[in-house]
Nanobody, 124 residues
Framework: QAQVVESGGRLVQPGDSLRLSCAVSGRNISDLAMGWFRQAPGKEREFVSAITHNGSPYYSSSVKGRFTVSRENAKNMVYLQMNNLEPDDTGVYYC??????????????????WGQGTQVTVSS
């Protein structure tokens, strides 16, 4: 089973930028879709962004235009660049690897390797 470790979360002010990193070990991600999800306090975990195995990005409507997902297969890394952060972006951000290679979905049930999350807090 793969180990997924997110990093980069911290307290920032509205309008700031932040880049989250996701390091995967124990599994080659080059043929896997990778997803970013978040859970705000008191809410269910939700889809934020995903990137197909060949680099096509997808975003939720709430972050489209502000967030950019990317991947670096040679390093088994995925990134989430978050710009113009808003208080509603506050939450624990999780990175996850798809269960099956060469498939794409935003359904959380189809992601099998999850990290422990990194806390992002947007507050003035």
């Amino acid at each position: 089973q793969a180990q997924v470790v997110e990093s980069g979360g911290r307290l920032v002010q509205p309008g700031d930028s932040l880049r989250l990193s996701c390091a995967v070990s124990g599994r080659n991600i080059s043929d896997l879709a990778m997803g970013w999800f978040r859970q705000a306090p008191g809410k269910e975990r939700e889809f934020v962004s995903a990137i197909t195995h060949n680099g096509s990005p997808y975003y939720s409507s709430s972050v489209k235009g502000r967030f950019t997902v990317s991947r670096e297969n040679a390093k088994n890394m995925v990134y989430l660049q978050m710009n113009n952060l808003e208080p509603d972006d506050t939450g624990v951000y999780y990175c996850a690897a798809a269960v099956s290679p060469f498939t794409f979905t935003i359904a959380q049930s189809q992601y099998g390797d999850w990290g422990q999350g990194t806390q992002v807090t947007v507050s003035s």
